[in-house]
């Protein structure tokens, strides 16, 4: 399924996907904050960190949550890097009104580098990876080396 397909069955169900992630989507977890595989890849290993708390903006954060997604930020880029030799870093606020984004919920994306001058095409059609497969992802991922 294609990634605008999937957003608006999100969308229509009126919950954010990112405040409860089934357990069997997390990767890596600690009180305040997770890390999953990309349900819509930007490339292969494509991972993102999220805060449980529903937040639209970094600042709105407290210090503890920060550190808590700042912690998971370097426990992926550790892990990607067992694979790739850099990791880029994207950050998202979630107000779509303001920034055109597509989840109302703040994230970061950690996006492995293969090459030097590779890049995401934003005009590329993203695919939407069924429980499935993203189920599969993070198994495949945890054991990454």
């Given at each position: 399924?294609?990634?605008?397909?999937?957003?608006?069955?999100?969308?229509?169900?009126?919950?954010?996907?990112?405040?409860?992630?089934?357990?069997?989507?997390?990767?890596?977890?600690?009180?305040?904050?997770?890390?999953?595989?990309?349900?819509?890849?930007?490339?292969?290993?494509?991972?993102?960190?999220?805060?449980?708390?529903?937040?639209?903006?970094?600042?709105?954060?407290?210090?503890?949550?920060?550190?808590?997604?700042?912690?998971?930020?370097?426990?992926?880029?550790?892990?990607?890097?067992?694979?790739?030799?850099?990791?880029?870093?994207?950050?998202?606020?979630?107000?779509?009104?303001?920034s055109g984004k597509t989840i109302p919920h703040l994230h970061f994306h950690l996006?492995?580098?293969?090459?030097?001058?590779?890049?995401?095409?934003?005009?590329?059609?993203?695919?939407?990876?069924?429980?499935?497969?993203?189920?599969?992802?993070v198994k495949r991922i945890k054991f990454m080396d």
């Open positions: 399924m294609f990634y605008k397909n999937a957003l608006r069955k999100i969308r229509k169900k009126g919950e954010c996907p990112f405040c409860i992630p089934p357990k069997n989507f997390i990767i890596f977890e600690n009180p305040k904050a997770y890390l999953t595989p990309s349900r819509a890849p930007y490339v292969k290993d494509h991972l993102l960190v999220i805060p449980k708390v529903h937040a639209l903006v970094l600042d709105k954060l407290n210090s503890k949550e920060k550190e808590s997604i700042l912690n998971l930020i370097v426990k992926g880029i550790d892990l990607l890097k067992k694979k790739y030799p850099a990791v880029a870093i994207e950050y998202k606020e979630g107000d779509l009104d303001k996006l492995p580098k293969m090459r030097r001058n590779e890049s995401f095409n934003p005009g590329s059609k993203r695919r939407f990876l069924s429980e499935k497969e993203l189920i599969k992802e």
